[in-house]
């Protein structure tokens, strides 16, 4: 049980062009689900926040209208990375939680590579 | 602000060499403290959780403890195939935190 998937799981694009990247929960509903962020050797910078229904949450720094997110049923949530830039280029994670608020585990993707070139 | 710090950075044991890996953290309101393990190239794959001090987990040669302050995973007689990096995180009110994590080889 619990399991995410994500696609695509590796992605090359041109300066310039736009990146979707799809998140999905397989086997349970996902009232909200987190877009991170991770540097080579570095831990899990969380984007944003994505509440099915309801506009997603930013964290501090990131820009809200190069990463839209949609979250438009409890099963699936997008990140489109809008006109990339080499900068843009990282693993790009997400994670769902089970819509039970009692368990706070949030449960991985298997993660997106994203290259601009 | 909710803190997480691991230790050590990275870890090299013989395989067979028992040891533990800390996670010491800071946060508001406890709304679980989180194990995860991640391979390289993969998202994170959820390990243990743990809701109070005194509560323990076990899965196969993993063991997660957890005081007020820190946790502990304990990595007894560890296999090849547990190579990889641990990552601690808390769940506060807002948010969970995760630590830098602990990358770990174990030399057959």
């Known amino acids: 049980g619990a399991v995410v998937s994500q696609h695509p799981s590796r992605v090359i694009c041109k300066s310039g062009t736009s990146v979707k990247i799809e998140c999905r929960s397989l086997?349970?509903?996902?009232?909200?689900m987190f877009w991170y962020r991770q540097f080579p050797k570095k831990s899990l910078m969380l984007m944003a926040t994505?509440?099915?229904?309801?506009?997603?949450?930013?964290e501090q720094g990131v820009e809200k209208d190069k990463f839209l997110i949609n979250h438009a049923s409890l099963t699936l949530s997008t990140l489109t990375v809008t006109s990339a830039h080499p900068e843009d280029s990282s693993f790009y994670i997400c994670?769902?939680?089970?819509?039970?608020?009692?368990?706070?585990?949030?449960?991985f993707g298997p993660g997106t590579r994203l290259t601009v070139l | 602000e909710d803190q997480v710090t691991q230790s050590p950075e990275a870890l090299r044991l013989q395989e067979g060499e028992s040891s533990s890996l800390n996670c010491s953290y800071t946060v508001s309101g406890l709304r679980g403290l989180f194990w995860y393990r991640q391979d390289p190239g993969k998202g994170p794959e959820f390990l243990f959780t743990?809701?109070?001090a005194g509560e323990e987990k076990e899965k196969e040669r993993l063991k997660a403890t957890l005081t007020k302050k820190e946790s502990f995973l304990h990595i007894t007689a560890p296999k090849p195939e547990d190579s990889a990096t641990y990552l601690c995180a808390v769940g506060g009110y807002q948010k969970v935190t995760f630590g830098t994590g602990t990358k770990l080889q174990v030399i057959p």
């Open positions: 743990l809701y109070s």
């Open positions: 086997d349970f509903q996902a009232t909200t």
């Open positions: 994670s769902a939680r089970d819509r039970d608020w009692s368990n706070n585990e949030q449960f």
């Open positions: 994505s509440n099915e229904g309801s506009k997603a949450t930013y």
